[in-house]
């Protein structure tokens, strides 16, 4: 799968934006999803997770109350609103997919190590 990753830009302390990952493909329902970010200097952070279905989502506790994961499978698309930001959150996000075999259980994925198809990321940009 491919992961095309949008909607980064430069936004003033207390906004908002909306992240869109939108992956090739047919079978985008049987890949969990993933949000990491990296800032410079700094190690990649994973920032939130969803499972295939959509119906289970896991936040990082720097961004939980204030970022929101959904998917549309229909579309092919994850998407991570992010409201409140703030100067700390500024980095690239990246997006990611790991593909659950079926049977399997409906899970989040929080570990970068867990992803194995990664989007090109996109940068964000929060002013003070």
């Known amino acids: 799968v491919q992961l095309q990753a949008s909607g980064g830009g430069l936004v003033q302390a207390g906004g908002s934006l909306r992240l869109s990952c939108t992956a090739s493909g047919h079978t985008f329902s049987s890949y969990a999803m993933g949000w990491f970010r990296q800032a410079p200097g700094k190690e990649r952070e994973f920032v939130a997770a969803?499972?295939?279905?959509?119906?289970?989502?896991y936040y990082a506790a720097s961004v939980k109350d204030r970022f929101t994961i959904s998917r549309d499978n229909a579309k092919n698309t994850v998407y991570l609103q992010m409201n409140s930001l703030k100067p700390e959150d500024t980095a690239v996000y990246y997006c990611?997919?790991?593909?659950?075999?079926?049977?399997?259980?409906?899970?989040?994925?929080?570990?970068?190590?867990?992803?194995?198809?990664w989007g090109q990321g996109t940068q964000v940009t929060v002013s003070s």
């Open positions: 990611a997919a790991r593909q659950i075999p079926g049977g399997y259980r409906d899970n989040y994925y929080y570990s970068s190590i867990d992803y194995r198809y």
């Open positions: 969803i499972s295939r279905s959509g119906g289970i989502t």
